[in-house]
């Protein structure tokens, strides 16, 4: 894999960062340190800023009209809107666009219309409904959500849990049992409108990052056939193929607080006297700091292979769980260990990393538990690869 | 979900050490037990919950003796102190998007913010979401 970015590339990361340090840091200090959306006025600046640069909804392909930018340069891209406060969940706070979900782009004509289409002209905004009460990390025996066909519908009896925007979204993609018998093959992708009667937000669930997630349930919920994605019965490839793809910037993104918190740390360890010397001069800091770089460099190193493998078309699904532990677990080592060289400063809200250090505790669980990621890699090991 | 807890009568003689320093999110009702406020005590608050209960009831005579002073005083609308007479809070480290929770249950339940939450010198929440059911007491 060639790591030197082309001229493109270079120009897409400078101004995304330009953008991040000149523009998103200094209104931070104005917002509350939980926050996590921009006051209205400055979002529509600078989400007119980001038209401008070409980089709004940037990964979406320029058939649809969108900038088409490539998944390797997403993953830089990623890396690079994270590196601010609110920028682990709430990435340049959106005004790079929310992109479609991934698996709109294989549904019917119908569907694009109705879901697609709007979602990029910033219209609509939908939600992921996989995970439920009794588990997400093996949905094809965990999914109890109930589909039964009645004439040109379907009946949606249950509930999903870990929904991220669904209380504010206009439509869903949900994953539902439609065959009991059929196992994996028994799972069917819906898209799901938020205002059909049935369809109900029991609650937000408060979690350890700043923004909530929610809990679902649906009752009778009457949804029409052609509002199915992909083939009925095929809704584990499909939530498979785009988990696996998402995985990728998902990992990067993890970086970017981490890449943050050691530059904090750097200049604080170079200021900060006790005993005569800077913290700088203790090898003990410098160890951290030496660390801090090795878990930032080989999750960064993970995730542009993954992304290599996934544009070139070859499988990618070990290499993304591989960068999805790498860059998650050492991103939560780099903010905690720059915790320890800033001392109590790193526990208060004056600076940033508690919120990271909250938040990248998820990264080890979402889009897929790390020992999930680790028994994909170990059936590649053990079956079909001998290591490299 | 709502704030939990029993509504509170606001006593300008409490020791002001029974109310939390801690973040958390709060309400403020008039006579009759109608929400007027719902607010939160943030990571950037000084004084906590403590802080932003005295900055909407008034400081007491006397307070000014005390060991600390609110960095933001009269920070909310006139119009909430002469109304406020009921207070529950919540501690609640996950204060902002709690306090998101609470307005989006209000705002459900009764299709509107509560009165003060619409004055724009109060911090706008981002927007809110739907629940798509009432509470069993929603009016």
Known sequence: MDMKRSPEQQLIIDNVRRL??????????DLDPDAFTLKPADYERLVAMVKDMGLYQMGVPTEYGGPGVDIITQTMVAEETSQHRAGLYAPAYEVFGASPP?????????????????????????????????????????????????????????????NSGADTADYGIVYVRTDPAAGRRGITAFVIDTDTPGFEVRRLVQVLRSHYTTELTFTDMRVPHENILGEEGGGFALANDQLSFNRIPYASACLGPAINANEIAIDWAKQRVTFGEPLANRQAIQWMLVDNELDIRSGRWAALDA???????????????????????????????????????????????????RELRIRRVGEGPNEVQRVVMARDILNVRSGS | MRIRGDWVPWDPTIDFKLLPGAMGVFEIADEKRNTLYIGHAGGDDAFGLRGELYNVFGFPPGSDKWNWTHPHPGAYPAALRDQAHFYRFEVNHQYYSRWIEALTRYSEDFEELPPINNDPAIEQPPKLGRYHWKSEDAS
């Open chain 1, 20 to 29: 991040i340090r000149e523009e998103i840091r200094p209104l931070e200090a």
């Open chain 1, 102 to 162: 991934g698996q709109l782009y294989g549904g019917s004509d119908y569907l694009k219309e109705r879901y697609l289409l709007p979602t990029m002209r910033g219209e609509k905004s939908g939600f992921f409904g996989l995970s439920e009460p009794s588990g997400g990390s093996d949905p094809a025996r965990a999914i109890q959500t109930r589909a039964v066909r009645d004439g040109d519908s379907w009946v949606i009896n249950g509930g999903k849990l870990w």
């Open chain 1, 307 to 357: 992304a290599d493998r996934a544009q070139r078309g070859d499988p990618f699904r070990f290499e993304a769980s591989m960068a999805k532990i790498l860059c998650s677990e050492g991103a939560g080592r780099t903010v905690d260990r720059s915790m320890q060289i800033m001392g109590g400063l790193g526990m208060s809200k004056d600076l940033p990393m508690e919120r990271w250090y």
